[in-house]
């Protein structure tokens, strides 16, 4: 079993800068792929980012690409999310996952592309 735990998340002002981290336990991190989520009240939890094992592949979603960044360090476990120009809709509950499921290079992008889940990370971006 994989377990993940974000990290990261805070208060910060429309137009400021967070970087979300998830550190996952396992022998073989780079094998997962590695995504982001995030839910706000009321709404279905959408995708954001999400990586291949490699690092090599990433996909974003649209209203997300030119302002987050997703990387990953496999010799630290760990995934990031770098989020720029933050704005007030950004505000959500943010979660990782990781997924053998779409295979080597792949990312998925659905909920149910992913196996694990992290217990997610609050930001809150005032206006």
């Known amino acids: 079993q994989v377990q993940l735990v974000e990290s990261g998340g805070g208060l910060v002002q429309a137009g400021g800068s967070l970087r979300l981290s998830c550190a996952a336990s396992?022998?073989?991190?780079?094998?997962?792929?590695m995504g982001w989520f995030r839910q706000a009240p009321g709404k279905e939890r959408e995708f954001v980012a999400g990586?291949?094992?490699?690092?090599?592949?990433?996909y974003y979603a649209d209203s997300m690409k030119g302002r987050f960044t997703i990387s990953r360090d496999n010799a630290k476990n760990t995934v990031y999310l770098q989020m720029n120009s933050l704005k007030p809709e950004d505000t959500a509950v943010y979660y990782c996952?990781?997924?053998?499921?779409?295979?080597?290079?792949?990312?998925?992008?659905?909920?149910?592309?992913?196996?694990?889940w992290g217990q997610g990370t609050q930001v809150t971006v005032s206006s």
């Open positions: 396992g022998r073989t991190f780079s094998s997962y792929a």
């Open positions: 990586i291949s094992g490699s690092g090599a592949g990433t």
């Open positions: 996952g990781a997924s053998l499921r779409p295979g080597p290079g792949r990312v998925a992008v659905t909920l149910d592309g992913y196996e694990y």
